[in-house]
């Protein structure tokens, strides 16, 4: 070992399990050589050595890092038994020597599935030579929480170049994590609010024609292979809702929204889904429903409603819905097809209202 070492020279730290002896102090950590620092160095009194000369030292160099490190730093054997701990390592077990852990394995403080699961890739390691960088593990607790980690492992080398085998470090990022989790669930919720109309509680007209461009797609490319399978849209709306809202005033004409809302959500198929696109204007998406199958569930909403009259404060104010009903195979494009299923609404209206067209 040379006698000095520049700064922008320091050799790598060479490792080997057998040169690993306990210091007796009750940190679990190794005595390591120390660097020879030259004759100036040796004269001079421990407390005038520079920081230049007290990091190059080997062996405070590595305790500092296994006693101060807040993330976790381990050795292993090829056996997968631990020979060197951090501090950090011993207390995320409540252990205050880290020369406790020594000779033990991950089975003695994990859960069996993670335990395989990391043994399984030191066996790799050491097979392969190749480390593992940034792995997310996650640590499941008996009382039903996780831990979260980022790892990195690598084989463990010595001076010849054998493996002989692992080391590793893993930094906690539960609330990392956790943060993540909070800020899926905000953006959940966020996009939950831009889809829906929050007077009906269906989704909205922005929404309605996202879904109705992806079954376009859908349906246009079954036609092209040849198969002969259809959607149909259902558009309605209150009729004479306007005299509602002049007479009996808007707080009513919202509980009318509500109620036909709430009439669609309970006729609608597991397959239909209905949303309010404005006004007193309904749309409903119905997949794999010919034209035929479409009128009849219309016909079917159209009823429900003309049988469940609004009731409030006391009074019961009936209400009957305008449907118009088309298929996607009849027509040529997007707009064409909400056209026509527009065009028939109208028709009901001038045909007396209360009725499917």
Not at 62 to 82: A, C, E, H, P, V
Not at 307 to 335: C, K, Q, W, Y
Request: proline share 3%.
């Amino acid at each position: 070992m040379t006698d000095a070492i520049r700064a922008d020279e320091a050799s790598p730290l060479s490792v080997h399990p057998n040169n690993l002896r306990d210091t007796g102090a009750g940190t679990g950590l190794p005595i390591f050589p120390v660097y020879n620092m030259g004759a100036s160095s040796r004269a001079s009194a421990p407390s005038t050595r520079s920081a230049h000369e007290l990091i190059m030292s080997e062996s405070l160099l590595i305790q500092t890092i296994m006693l101060n490190n807040q993330d976790t730093i381990y050795f292993k054997d090829l056996d997968s038994r631990y020979i060197l701990n951090s501090r950090a390592h011993a207390q995320q077990f409540g252990l205050s020597d880290a020369g406790m852990m020594k000779g033990k394995t991950d089975f003695d403080f994990f859960p069996r599935e993670f335990a395989e699961r990391a043994y399984r890739e030191e066996r790799e390691i050491i097979r392969t030579g190749v480390p593992i960088i940034n792995n997310i593990e996650q640590w499941n607790l008996e009382n039903g929480d996780s831990i979260w980690f980022s790892a990195c492992k690598y084989p463990l080398i010595d001076e010849y170049g054998e493996i002989v085998g692992t080391w590793g470090t893993s930094r906690d990022i539960t609330e990392l994590k956790r943060a993540e989790a909070r800020l899926a669930l905000v953006n959940d919720d966020l996009r939950k609010l831009s889809i829906m109309d929050e007077l009906s509680g269906l989704y909205n007209r922005r929404y309605f024609y996202d879904m109705l461009g992806h079954a376009v797609q859908r349906y246009a490319k079954r036609q092209i292979a040849g198969r002969d399978d259809t959607f149909s849209i259902i558009v309605l709306d209150i009729d004479r809702f306007k005299t509602i809202n002049d007479s009996l005033g808007h707080s009513t004409g919202d509980q009318a929204i509500r109620h036909i809302a709430s009439i669609l959500r309970a006729t609608s198929r597991p397959s239909d889904t209905p949303f309010r696109v404005g006004g007193d204007e309904f749309m409903i998406l119905l997949l794999d429903t010919d034209l035929h199958t479409a009128r009849r569930q219309a016909e079917l909403i159209r009823r429900a409603a003309e049988h469940t009259p609004l009731r409030m404060r006391g009074r019961e104010f009936p209400l009957t819905l305008s449907i118009g009903v088309a298929s996607f195979d009849e027509h040529a494009d997007t707009n064409e097809f909400v056209h026509a299923a527009d065009s028939r609404l109208y028709r009901s209206k001038r045909l007396g209202r209360n009725r499917v067209t």
